[in-house]
């Protein structure tokens, strides 16, 4: 859902120069995004029903300006897979904020988990996206 709505956030300003890949740490091969993720960012205005979930590779993680993560576990795993990435990896929650704390993962839950997470996500990332395109100058 992340991804989607960055994307969507960049596409109403115009920005073509930010780019945005989400990945998992933990993704089954063949795994679809699951229907109530699809379903609460499309009832939102968010079409990510074309994602494809993909797991987090070197390469991304050696690419990537930035790696926003959603739990602490998702930050260990990616450092402990990754340490040269550990300047570019935030929590989410975390990141030019004096905030602390995780944003759950709604995989398992009832729609109105998914509401609450894709709620929360897009407060943080409307939150995070003037740094963005401040960091995009660079």
């Known amino acids: 859902m992340a991804e989607g709505i960055l994307k969507s956030i960049l596409q ?4 073509k120069s930010i780019q945005v890949k989400s990945c998992g740490v933990m993704v089954p091969a063949g795994i679809g995004v699951s229907a109530n993720s699809v379903e609460i960012a499309a009832e939102h205005g968010v079409d990510i029903s074309g994602h494809v979930p993909a797991q987090i ?7 990537a300006d ?7 576990v998702h930050k260990a795993l990616i450092l ?6 550990k300047e570019k990896v935030f929590l989410l929650k975390e990141y030019k904020s004096d905030l602390r704390g995780e944003i759950a993962d709604p995989v398992g839950f009832d ?21 963005l395109v401040e960091e995009n100058k660079k």
Not at 57 to 63: F, G, I, R, S, V
Not at 66 to 72: R, Y
Not at 80 to 85: D, E, G, L, T
């Open 57 to 63: 590779t070197e390469q991304m993680a050696e690419e």
């Open 12 to 15: 109403k300003k115009n920005i």
């Open 66 to 72: 930035l790696i926003f993560v959603m739990e602490f």
């Open 111 to 131: 729609k109105q988990v998914y509401e609450n997470i894709f709620l929360e996500l897009s407060r943080q990332i409307s939150r995070i996206f003037p740094y």
């Open 80 to 85: 402990s897979r990754f340490p040269f990435a």
